[in-house]
C-alpha cells in the first residue's frame, strides 16, 4: 500500500520568512495530494491540492510543487505570519481510491514574531 | 465544498460499553470516511462508508469492532463496540464529491 513520509516534523521560521514542507510517497498510481492545516484542537482544513497532470500550483502565500519522477511534493508558504502556525499535513491518494487518504505524520509550523 | 457537522463533540465512556457517533454532510458528497487521530499524531484511515453496503474497512479495524453505517449520501454513523481505554482517541469523518475531502470537527472519545 500507498506511504507516504513527511519531513521535517517541526519547523520554526522567523515572520516572514519562507516554509518549506516536503513529503515522499511510494506509489507511483497516486495521483492526488491534498494539503491539510490543522489548528489545535480544530479540524483538519484543506489548503491546498494538486493532481499529477500539475507541475504546480500556487494560492497566495501557498504553493504546492510535485516531481513524479522523484514521487515528491512539497508546499511552501512564503512570507510567513504567526496565524500560519500549526500542524500541516500532507496526503496522497489514487484515482482507484478517491478521497482514501494515507497521511504523512505531520509538521509543526512555528512563526515567531 | 462540504460542511460536516458530528455529534457529539466529546464524551466520557466507561470500558464495555458503546457509543454511536453521527457524521452529517451538507450535502451529498460521493465519498464518506471515517479516522481516528491520537492526539499529536497524524489520522488513520479506518473505513470507507459506502452508501448503501457494507463498510471497506483499513488493516487493523474490524466491523465488530467499528460497525459503520451510511444510509443515505449525506449522513454516516460510527460505533465504537465495546470500549477499553485504548480506544481514547479523536474520531473524525470526512466527505467531499470525489477526492477533494473536508473534514467534520472530531469527536474527542475518553474511556475510563
Known amino acids: 500500500g ?5 519531513h521535517p516534523s517541526t519547523l520554526s521560521v522567523q515572520e516572514g ?8 510517497y511510494s506509489d507511483s498510481a497516486s495521483n492526488y495530494f491534498p494539503w491539510y492545516k490543522q489548528e489545535l484542537g480544530k479540524r483538519p482544513q484543506l489548503i491546498i491540492d494538486i493532481r499529477s497532470n500539475v507541475g504546480e500550483k500556487k494560492d497566495q502565500r501557498i504553493a504546492v510543487t510535485l ?4 514521487k515528491h511534493f512539497s508546499l ?27 497521511f504523512g505524520a505531520g509538521t509543526q509550523v512555528v512563526v515567531t514574531p | 465544498s462540504a460542511v460536516i457537522s458530528q455529534k457529539p463533540s466529546r464524551d ?12 452529517q454532510v451538507d450535502s451529498q458528497v460521493t465519498m464518506m470516511f471515517w479516522y481516528r487521530q491520537q492526539p499529536g499524531q497524524s489520522l ?6 459506502n452508501q448503501g453496503s457494507e463498510a471497506t474497512y483499513e488493516s487493523g479495524f474490524v466491523i465488530d469492532k467499528f460497525p459503520i453505517s451510511r ?3 449525506t449522513f454516516s454513523t460510527l460505533t465504537v463496540s465495546n470500549m477499553s481505554p485504548e480506544d481514547s482517541s479523536i474520531y473524525l469523518c470526512s466527505g467531499g464529491p470525489v477526492d477533494e475531502q473536508f ?3 472530531g469527536t474527542r472519545l475518553t474511556v475510563l
Not at chain 1, 67 to 70: L, V, Y
Open chain 2, 71 to 73: 444510509p443515505n449520501l
Open chain 2, 12 to 23: 466520557i465512556c466507561q470500558r464495555g460499553t458503546s457509543l454511536t457517533i453521527q457524521c
Open chain 2, 103 to 105: 473534514f467534520g470537527p
Open chain 1, 67 to 70: 516531481n513524479k519522477t522523484a
Open chain 1, 2 to 6: 500507498e506511504n507516504v513520509e513527511q
Open chain 2, 44 to 49: 488513520t484511515l479506518i473505513a470507507t462508508a
Open chain 1, 17 to 24: 520568512d519562507s516554509a518549506v514542507i516536503k513529503c515522499t
Open chain 1, 76 to 102: 511552501h508558504i512564503t512570507e510567513t505570519q504567526p496565524e500560519d502556525s500549526a500542524v500541516y499535513f500532507c496526503a496522497a491518494s489514487t484515482s482507484d481510491s478517491w478521497g482514501k487518504f494515507q
